[in-house]
């Protein structure tokens, strides 16, 4: 009987401590997840997150393969393995919070592309423009919560 109620007992803190992280408030600059917030919903629920840290540099066909590599990441981006690429919009966003980032600077890859080419941020003055994937840039990866 002690055990049925020592589980209960764990079973309803474990779940009360569950709530209690989903239900909490982001702001942008917060760190949180392996990463920094740049973006949040109205409600503070949802948006995204950037990694501490840029993941290195590569064309585009080696994108994939450097996101996925545990040691491109800090120490607690590790724990996450949905990052990904920021689409255009996204790394505007990113670029207006720039001062929240350490080490952000230079040209990055985005997730947009087409017809051999792709959307690339200047983190020196924020325009966007279309490079060949055969260029080689900065990877800075980016993941939702």
Not at 45 to 59: A, F, N, P, R, Y
Request: hydrophobic fraction near 40%; glycine fraction near 8%.
């Amino acid at each position: 009987m002690k055990k049925v109620f020592l589980f209960s007992l764990a079973f309803m803190l474990l779940s009360l401590t569950s709530k209690a992280q989903t239900t909490t408030k982001r702001v942008i600059g917060e760190k949180f997840g392996g990463g920094i917030v740049f973006s949040v919903s109205a409600d503070g629920m949802k948006g995204l997150i950037v990694e501490t840290q840029d993941q290195g540099s590569c064309d585009w066909n080696a994108i994939k393969a450097l996101i996925a590599k545990p040691e491109t990441h800090s120490e607690l981006g590790k724990l996450s393995t949905d990052w990904r690429l920021p689409t255009k919009d996204e790394a505007t966003q990113l670029y207006s919070q720039k001062a929240k980032l350490s080490g952000f600077s230079g040209i990055y890859w985005t997730s947009t592309n087409g017809k051999g080419q792709v959307y690339v941020l200047d983190a020196a003055t924020g325009k966007l423009n279309i490079v060949a994937k055969t260029a080689s840039n900065k990877v800075r990866a980016v993941r939702n919560f």
